[in-house]
């Protein structure tokens, strides 16, 4: 309830009572950052980490909310010169770095789409997102990739080219 004090011309209660709130927050934050944490943080042992591999995107990245249990797979492929993924699609999304190599892949709208050493690559889901992973190049493309999909699912599933494809089914 939204109550105001016999003043017509003051804020009501709730108003003042935020305002109150928000002072108090930002004083005791402004608290908390002056004190150093540094001794009272629990010093790591006996952990590495390793970068695998690392990648920037061009633009956001938007990863859909999966339903129920959900397998995460991270897995390296190498695409040798010459060769090819054949045209498939994925249960659910994967998001890639390509560590090495230019990936060109064949979407199901028949464009093309090449990604270079330290791209991001974000697939999307689903039959409508049919395509393919071709290494046009000299060297041999690698890809460190994440897979997240459907409990029980497989990582990819073969798929029949579109009728505009320039690269025929697998």
Known sequence: M?????NATSKPRWKRRSVVAAAT???????LAAVETDGNATPG?????????SGTSADTLKLDHADGATDVV?????IQPGGTTGWHYHPGQLIAVVKQG???REMDDCTTVTSQAGDVVLEEAGTHHVHTGRNLGTV???????????????????????????TPAG
């Open 45 to 53: 042992s006996g952990v590495s980490a390793t970068v695998i591999a």
């Open 2 to 6: 939204f109550t105001r004090d016999n």
């Open 25 to 31: 927050l930002v004083g005791a934050l402004g608290m």
């Open 102 to 104: 230019t990936l060109t």
């Open 140 to 166: 041999p493309v690698i890809l460190d990739v994440t897979y997240l999909v459907p409990h029980g699912s497989p990582l990819a599933v073969s798929a029949d080219a579109p009728a505009c494809a320039t």
């Open 74 to 78: 991270v897995r390296e492929i190498t």
